[in-house]
């Protein structure tokens, strides 16, 4: 599995997008393109993924259940 960092470097390649996907209350999956990066935690500036994503059903998912999973790529990497 690749580091965060290395994750994000496909990232960067690719404008900063990558897919986050969440689960519903359904136990199905939510997947959404987004804009995502490395920054550093405002509490302990660790390195942490940050993410921007329109709409409140995204976040209503991770409240609920924390889990995600995020993709990113950079062509057929």
């Given at each position: 599995?690749?580091?965060l960092e290395e994750a994000?470097?496909?990232?960067?390649?690719?404008?900063?997008?990558?897919?986050?996907?969440?689960?519903?209350?359904?136990?199905?999956?939510?997947?959404?393109?987004?804009?995502?990066?490395?920054?550093?935690?405002?509490?302990?500036?660790?390195?942490?993924?940050?993410?921007?994503?329109?709409?409140?059903?995204?976040?209503?998912?991770?409240?609920?259940?924390?889990?995600?999973?995020?993709?990113?790529?950079?062509?057929?990497?």
């Amino acid at each position: 599995m690749p580091t965060l960092e290395e994750a994000a470097a496909l990232a960067r390649d690719d404008h900063g997008l990558a897919v986050v996907s969440t689960l519903r209350a359904d136990a199905t999956i939510q997947s959404t393109l987004v804009n995502a990066g490395v920054l550093a935690h405002p509490a302990t500036s660790a390195p942490v993924l940050g993410f921007v994503t329109y709409g409140r059903v995204k976040l209503a998912n991770l409240r609920a259940r924390p889990q995600l999973s995020v993709t990113f790529r950079n062509g057929w990497q």
